[in-house]
């Protein structure tokens, strides 16, 4: 009898062990997608803003680049690859935000060349007035 009850303790033990362990797993498998995401909307919300800064009309193709990554991504986290959804998301990030510093980049260089071709017109009249 006192060995049948060592036998039943010890697969006690095994069972409740595996319980934890698969209690563990599924809590670092939600925390991870969690983690991605999060990622994803802050991919999602970079992509936005890029959009929302003419970066559709001054770097189309940074633009493109950054939203087929975000698509990826959210198919990968649609699939469950959380690890490849986060990975991509982040590279999102940095191809959205480059969109976007592209754009601004642009618009200040056509600001600039419009400043120059006005300071071009203002010199020739100045220069007609002084003749």
Do not use: P, W
């Not at 490849?84 to 998301?89: D, H, I, M, T, V």
């Amino acid at each position: 009898m006192d060995g049948k009850k060592r036998r039943i303790r010890q697969v006690f033990v095994v069972v409740t062990v595996i319980g934890l362990l698969f209690a563990v797993g599924c809590a670092a498998s939600k925390t991870t997608a969690q983690l991605s995401g999060e990622k994803i909307f802050r991919a999602d919300k970079a992509f936005s803003d890029a959009k929302d800064g003419n970066a559709s009309l001054n770097a189309k193709e940074a633009l493109a680049i950054a939203e087929g990554k975000l698509a990826k991504a959210k198919d990968a986290f649609a699939k469950q690859n959380f690890d490849e959804a986060a990975s991509l998301a982040e590279q999102a990030v940095v191809d959205a935000e480059y969109a976007q510093a592209k754009a601004t980049t642009q618009k200040s260089l056509k600001i600039a060349e419009e400043i120059k071709k006005n300071n071009a017109v203002l010199r020739q009249e100045i220069q007609q007035m002084s003749n």
